[in-house]
């Protein structure tokens, strides 16, 4: 069924690239090809197809994108199915598959994709984040630190009635992440619910509880090791609430990392904030600048 589900160009890609890169087929085809391997391919090419040339680059590119080692065996198969990518893409400009409206859809959408993305690439341009911000904002993180540090699980669901329903599942002993899995609708749900290490200053404060809702990151706090919220939190969320079991898997003394071991973090974190607080400024600009009928 798994090949069923597969697309016919990707069937036709891996079949072909394996046909190319295979020692035992390459050489069957020696003999009928005698002259394939004593040609000297141009400079910073891979292969020569009919007579079009595939530049070295495209190996890197397809490298990069598959996210696979740098191997001489996944670079021949990447060589290989570049091959079968252009063979295939000559046959089908053959036949005039170029000229197909879902083609020229297709090219289309590409290039306004293209264009837009070099567009704001070179027009977005974020304040640099100092070394002074970076510290500073290390600083601020540690003041905001408790002597404690949680690490906590949690469910939510949309509905009281849900709520009450893994509250019961949990008495009679079914595992917190396996019902996390099934009900949550939180980010974590994946995770069984599992969060990242929390330190929050006790009493928990409005406003400093690493953007956890004040009730969850208080409940948090007075739990025992182990235990689980006996009734679900009630959060505002929108027009409607959440409702939140929280569970404490573990507790320990903060661990605050050293400023040289945090700092790179850091500074991403906070160029990535420069770049929002740039791309919302710009966008708001050009709208500024436009008339649009709606």
């Known amino acids: ?17 394996w046909n190319l890169g295979t020692p035992a087929m390459a050489q069957t085809d020696a003999a009928a090809q005698p002259m394939a391997a004593q040609v000297a391919l141009p400079a910073g090419t891979i292969a020569v197809v009919n007579g079009v040339s595939i530049p070295a680059t495209q190996i890197d590119e397809a490298l990069q994108a598959s996210h696979q080692p740098d191997t001489p065996q996944v670079r021949q198969a990447l060589r290989a199915q570049l091959i079968a990518r252009e063979l295939f893409r000559q046959r089908a400009e053959k036949q005039g598959y ?47 630190l408790g002597k404690e540090e949680y690490k906590p699980r949690i469910i939510s669901v949309a509905d009281e009635a849900t709520a009450n329903a893994v509250l019961a599942q949990l008495k009679v002993g079914v595992a917190f992440d396996a019902l996390a899995r099934q009900y949550s609708v939180a980010p974590s749900k994946a995770a069984g619910g599992e969060m990242s290490w929390l330190s929050f200053r006790t009493p928990v404060e409005e406003g400093k509880t690493q953007g956890l809702p004040f009730p969850v990151a208080q409940a948090i706090t007075q739990l025992p090791v182990g235990a689980v919220t006996p009734a679900a939190i009630t959060v505002a969320q929108g027009n409607g609430a959440l409702y939140v079991i929280v569970k404490l898997d573990a507790k320990r003394p903060t661990q605050v990392p050293p400023f040289d071991q945090a700092k790179d973090t850091i500074r991403q974190q906070l160029q990535a ?16 600048d436009a008339t649009i009928q709606q």
């Open 1 to 17: 069924m798994k090949l069923m589900n597969c697309s016919l160009r990707t069937i036709a890609l891996t079949t072909l690239a």
């Open 273 to 288: 904030l420069a770049v929002q607080k740039a791309s919302a400024q710009f966008v708001a600009g050009q709208l500024r």
């Open 98 to 144: 170029d000229t197909k409206p879902e083609v020229l859809q297709a090219m289309s959408a590409a290039k306004v994709n293209a264009e837009t993305q070099l567009f704001l690439k070179d027009s977005i341009k974020p304040e640099a984040v100092t070394d002074a911000q970076v510290k500073a904002r290390y600083d601020e993180i540690v003041a905001a």
